[in-house]
């Protein structure tokens, strides 16, 4: 039962001391966070991975992307350990390694090389991928010349991009790509989908050369979920209510919320709140309960009535958590993450790009 859970992972811990850091992401369950040496949003856990270079295993509570990238920024022997392999992300599984190569070739096409700068020494276009994505795809991007970002550094990640590239290929995430750029002055006209199904020809090529912004088809099953009716309905039945909502969600729900920002900004934006205030908050349930229990003072909810959590986040459960500590105790590494060298070297180039990029 889970007093027992807890009881196994506390002893666990406290036989490995230092030896062993657990991370855990804001969408993680209470019942994991409150084992975690360290939560963050996606920006933080891959600083943490960077500068935590003591223990011999990280043991990552978040999804498969996350613990990738805790394995490149991470000491080479510290192993990063994964307490459920089948915690991955449906939005990162939207961008495809080899659909991403193709869509580079089909620019090619019509763009020219996109790896030559033209006159004022920008090259056509520049890849930039959103934190939520497979290490295959991050090494792609470090390989073109590209940039990693998160929600909380999108901006500064596109003016990088801007100052080197006229365009900018952005994935997986349409809608925080959209939104970002969006917020930085760029037209709608100028930020063409590309079409997996259309291939060469089906896409617009005038609108591939006129773009600013080309985004990827991908999204968040759970922050699409939110609407413009669910803000409507709070603003009714709570007047002076703050919406704030993650960069995630669609470009018409970010636009009727009053601010829009990373889990981080969200957390930090309430803590902030001097006066009692009312909340509805667009992101992930385990973050939003976290935060209504620890600010009771305020007023906070989730904009989405029926609860909605990150399915595959919640795949870490506390069972799964008792497991890998205690097979660390007893001299076992399972469930490890380790991304293969020639992936490795550009993925890391790619997000150390995105660690020195300033606004
Ligand atoms: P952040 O941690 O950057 O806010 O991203 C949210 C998210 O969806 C993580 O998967
Ligand atoms: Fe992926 Fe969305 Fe879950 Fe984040 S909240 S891990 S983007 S599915």
Redesign the pocket.
Known sequence: DEDELHARIAAAKETLGDRVIVMGHF?QRDEVVQHADYVGDSFQLATAAKEHGRAEAIVFC??HFMAETADLLSGADQAVILPNLAAG????DMADIDQVEECWEQLADVLGPLDVPDADGRVPVIPVTYM?SSAAIKGFVGRHGGIVCTSSNARTVLEWAFARGRRVLFFP?QHLGRNTAKGMGVALEQMPMWNPRRPLGGNDADALVNSQVILWHGF????RRFTVDQIDQARAEHPGVRVIVHP?CPMEVVDAADEAGSTDYIRKAIAAATEPTTFAVGT?INLVRRLAAQYPQHEIFCLDPVVCP????YRIHPGYLAWVLEELVAGRTPNRITVPADVADPARLALERMLAARP
């Open positions: 969408y978040g999804v992300c449906s939005m990162a939520n995430d968040c099953s759970v922050h995630e992930e990150c399915s595959t986040m």
